[in-house]
């Protein structure tokens, strides 16, 4: 029996921690079982739901064709655009729903370029921070497990 790295407490549970997101395409940088109970599980997995479907990271994820934990394209929502990736996961192929004149500025049909304006991405910042915090904390514990021990990262 282990005791969660977050909260202390002991923890038997077989769930798999992946430090960097499954949906970023990571599969074999985890931490051993039991080594994050599953209600902190439970709970860093609310922000990175929301720092994964409607930030930036979306529309990454999607252009590089990375599958989600359910092996389907990366789909959100970033500031009321729908973005999801291509169902076959092909790479740079991304669907944006919800464009309108606001979004699109400057074409230019000798160059076939233009700009697509992406509003801000709203309450996803700290969702985002929470993740970023949550894989750097795993990942000293993993490669530095004497800083993580030594550091009170209450
Ligand atoms: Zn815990």
Do not use: W
Not at 13 to 28: A, D, L, R, T, Y
Not at 90 to 115: A, C, H, M, W, Y
Request: hydrophobic letters at 35%.
């Amino acid at each position: 029996m282990c005791k969660c790295i977050f909260c202390k407490l002991r923890s038997n549970e077989k769930v798999i921690e992946h430090i960097i997101p499954e949906s970023f395409g990571n599969k074999e940088y985890i931490l051993k079982n039991g080594l994050v109970c599953n209600e902190c599980n439970n709970r860093f997995s609310k922000f990175e739901t929301t720092a994964l479907s409607n930030t930036v990271f979306v529309m990454e994820r999607a252009r590089f064709g990375i599958e989600s934990k359910k092996g389907k394209s990366a789909k959100g929502k970033v500031g009321g655009l729908s973005i999801e990736g291509d169902k076959d996961l092909r790479p740079e192929i991304i669907s944006i729903k919800g464009l309108n004149t606001g979004n699109v500025k400057n074409f230019d049909p000798k160059t076939k370029t233009f700009q697509i304006i992406v509003p801000t991405f709203d309450k996803s910042e700290v969702a985002t921070s929470k993740m970023l915090l949550k894989i750097g904390m795993e990942a000293i514990f993993k490669s530095r497990i004497h800083v993580f021990l030594l550091s009170d990262f209450k």
